[in-house]
C-alpha cells in the first residue's frame, strides 16, 4: 500500500504525542511492507506566530494532496485568555474541517482492564463501558452565522443553523455504526427547547425505520449528561449536534481517565 499522510503537530503536546505516533505507524508499515510518505505543516497557535493564520494555505494544499491527515492537537492559553483575540487557533481546526469536508467525528469510548484505576469513576460503573460518539462537525453554532458583538463590546451573538441534508448525512453514518455494534442508537438533542434539536428530533424519527433492525432511543442533552456518568454501559452508539458532541466526548473521556486516552477521528 502506498499512502501520503499529511502531519500536522499542532500546539501544545501535539508535536510530543506526533512523535509517538510516527513510530507506531512507520513500525506498522515496516511490518506489513507499506510504503509511506509523510510531508508536516503548521496549524494553529504555532501557525499563528509564525505567519498570522491558523491555517495556511500552504497546510491546506498539503492535506488536499494526501490521503489521510495525521493530526496532533490545538490551542494555547495565550489565546484562551484572551476574549479580544481577533485570531485564534480553534479557527483552523474549523476552517479545516469546512474546507475538507469532513462532517462527522467517531470517538469510540472504552475502558481496559489494566487501566481502570486511571478513571476518577468507581470501577464498577465503568468497567466493560464500550460505545461510539458520533459528532456532527461543519454545521451549528460553531458555523453559524452572524456571528459576532455590537460596535459597544456590550452584546455578543452566535447563531445555530442545520439543515436537514447535514443532519441526514451523519443520522445515516450513526446507523451504519450502530449496524455494525450492538444495534442501538441514542440520539442527543434539546428538542424542548430550541429550534434545530426539533428538527433533529423530527429528521431522526423519519430516518428511523429505514433502520427497523436498530433501536432508536432519545435523550435531552442535559439528561445525557447526567447518564454518561452514571450508566456508561448502557450506550452503543450517541449521535448529535456539533456543541453537545463537543461537550459530551470530552465528559466521556473521565471514563477512561483522560480525555489523552480517547482517539477520534473525522
Same mark, same amino acid.
Given at each position: 500500500?502506498?499512502?501520503?499522510?499529511?502531519?500536522?503537530?499542532?500546539?501544545?503536546?501535539?508535536?510530543?504525542?506526533?512523535?509517538?505516533?510516527?513510530?507506531?505507524?512507520?513500525?506498522?508499515?515496516?511490518?506489513?511492507?507499506?510504503?509511506?510518505?509523510?510531508?508536516?505543516? @503548521?496549524?494553529?497557535?504555532?501557525?499563528?506566530?509564525?505567519?498570522?493564520?491558523?491555517?495556511?494555505?500552504?497546510?491546506?494544499?498539503?492535506?488536499? #494532496?494526501?490521503?489521510?491527515?495525521?493530526?496532533?492537537?490545538?490551542?494555547?492559553?495565550?489565546?484562551?485568555?484572551?476574549?479580544?483575540?481577533?485570531?485564534?487557533?480553534? #479557527?483552523?481546526?474549523?476552517?479545516?474541517?469546512?474546507?475538507?469536508? /469532513?462532517?462527522?467525528?467517531?470517538?469510540?469510548?472504552?475502558?481496559?482492564?489494566?487501566?481502570?484505576?486511571? *478513571?476518577?469513576?468507581?470501577?464498577?460503573?465503568?468497567?466493560?463501558?464500550?460505545?461510539?460518539? +458520533?459528532?456532527?462537525?461543519?454545521?451549528?453554532?460553531?458555523?453559524?452565522?452572524? #456571528?459576532?458583538?455590537?460596535?459597544?463590546?456590550?452584546?455578543?451573538?452566535?447563531?445555530?443553523?442545520?439543515?436537514?441534508?447535514?443532519?441526514?448525512? @451523519?443520522?445515516?453514518?450513526?446507523?451504519?455504526?450502530?449496524? #455494525?455494534?450492538?444495534?442501538? /442508537?441514542?440520539?442527543?438533542?434539546?428538542?424542548?427547547?430550541?429550534?434545530? *434539536?426539533?428538527?433533529?428530533?423530527?429528521?431522526?424519527?423519519?430516518?428511523?425505520?429505514?433502520?427497523?433492525?436498530?433501536?432508536?432511543?432519545?435523550?435531552?442533552?442535559?439528561?445525557?449528561?447526567?447518564? @454518561?456518568?452514571?450508566?456508561?454501559?448502557?450506550?452503543?452508539?450517541?449521535?448529535?449536534?456539533?456543541?453537545?458532541?463537543?461537550?459530551?466526548?470530552?465528559?466521556?473521556?473521565? +471514563?477512561?481517565?483522560?480525555?489523552?486516552?480517547?482517539?477520534?477521528? *473525522?
Amino acid at each position: 500500500m502506498n499512502l501520503n499522510i499529511a502531519i500536522l503537530p499542532g500546539d501544545g503536546i501535539g508535536p510530543e504525542i506526533m512523535e509517538q505516533a510516527l513510530k507506531v505507524t512507520r513500525a506498522v508499515c515496516g511490518k506489513f511492507n507499506h510504503d509511506v510518505t509523510f510531508k508536516e505543516a @503548521i496549524v494553529g497557535a504555532c501557525a499563528i506566530d509564525a505567519v498570522g493564520d491558523p491555517y495556511p494555505p500552504e497546510t491546506h494544499e498539503v492535506c488536499m #494532496q494526501a490521503d489521510a491527515v495525521l493530526f496532533g492537537a490545538i490551542g494555547h492559553p495565550k489565546f484562551d485568555n484572551d476574549p479580544n483575540a481577533k485570531v485564534r487557533p480553534e #479557527q483552523g481546526l474549523l476552517r479545516m474541517r469546512k474546507q475538507l469536508g /469532513l462532517y462527522g467525528n467517531i470517538r469510540p469510548v472504552m475502558t481496559f482492564p489494566s487501566l481502570i484505576h486511571k *478513571s476518577p469513576l468507581r470501577a464498577d460503573l465503568v468497567e466493560g463501558a464500550d460505545f461510539v460518539c +458520533i459528532r456532527e462537525l461543519t454545521g451549528g453554532m460553531y458555523f453559524g452565522r452572524p #456571528q459576532g458583538r455590537s460596535e459597544d463590546g456590550n452584546t455578543a451573538y452566535d447563531t445555530c443553523v442545520y439543515t436537514r441534508e447535514e443532519i441526514e448525512r @451523519i443520522l445515516h453514518l450513526a446507523y451504519k455504526f450502530a449496524g #455494525q455494534r450492538r444495534k442501538k /442508537l441514542t440520539v442527543v438533542d434539546k428538542a424542548n427547547v430550541i429550534a434545530t *434539536s426539533r428538527l433533529w428530533r423530527q429528521i431522526a424519527q423519519e430516518t428511523a425505520p429505514q433502520y427497523p433492525d436498530i433501536e432508536t432511543d432519545y435523550l435531552f442533552v442535559d439528561n445525557a449528561a447526567m447518564r @454518561i456518568i452514571q450508566w456508561p454501559k448502557s450506550f452503543d452508539v450517541l449521535v448529535t449536534e456539533n456543541l453537545f458532541g463537543d461537550i459530551l466526548t470530552d465528559e466521556a473521556s473521565v +471514563i477512561t481517565g483522560s480525555l489523552g486516552m480517547l482517539p477520534s477521528a *473525522s
